[in-house]
């Protein structure tokens, strides 16, 4: 299995914690997102990834990209340790908190976007850092009540063991802080992360422990 991936994407840093948690062997190939205009623009990550972005996963001549769907092969290919509950209904609710962030939450700041906020609308860095801020803050208000309504409240957003939607949660956080989000209307969403970042499989995938990081 090989893993396109880039130290500071957070999209990739989800399956990243996803192969960490199952075990499962990897190679990683980073494709820098600044780096000569953007090396997922390239003709040989094209054929990789047709839309550009990362991650991607490569696995016996296939390959697949939107992290959320190579998560969901890793966890039909690799069912233990388990990323999804066993009952439907934690399935759907730990898919809707994933789906909060991976899709509403995310596309909003991924560097593409950002880079047409800051050429052809012409906002300065503040404006952009106040755009990323104020849609992690809507994003985390809802999931916050989530993980109050469906987690223990300190260990993980859902029930008592790690989650798909733990995934989510800790790149976003760490995005968060990048932006210099106040965290503090979000207690549960800090605790919980803190939790997680002691596992091994958050902590060693984490952007500044990657190969590529800068
Ligand atoms: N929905 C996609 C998002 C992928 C994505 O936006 N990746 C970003 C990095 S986090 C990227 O490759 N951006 C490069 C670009 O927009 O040119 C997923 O979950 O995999």
Redesign the pocket.
Known sequence: MKLFS?W?????W??RIALAHKGIPHGTVP?H?VRDG?Q??SESYHEVNP?????ALEDEGRVF??????IEYLEESHPEPALLPVDFAGRAIVRQMALLV??EM??LQ????L?YLRGPLWLGDGPVAEWVRHWIALGFSALEELARRHGDGIHYLYSTGVTMADLCLVPMMYNARRYHLDLRPFPVLVAVDAHLMTLPAFSTTRPEAQPDAE
């Open positions: 880039y500071r994407s957070s999209a990739a989800r399956v494709v997102l953007g997922q623009h839309q550009e972005r990362v991650p990209s939107q992290s959320l769907a190579i991976a899709c995310h596309p991924n560097s593409g976007v880079q």
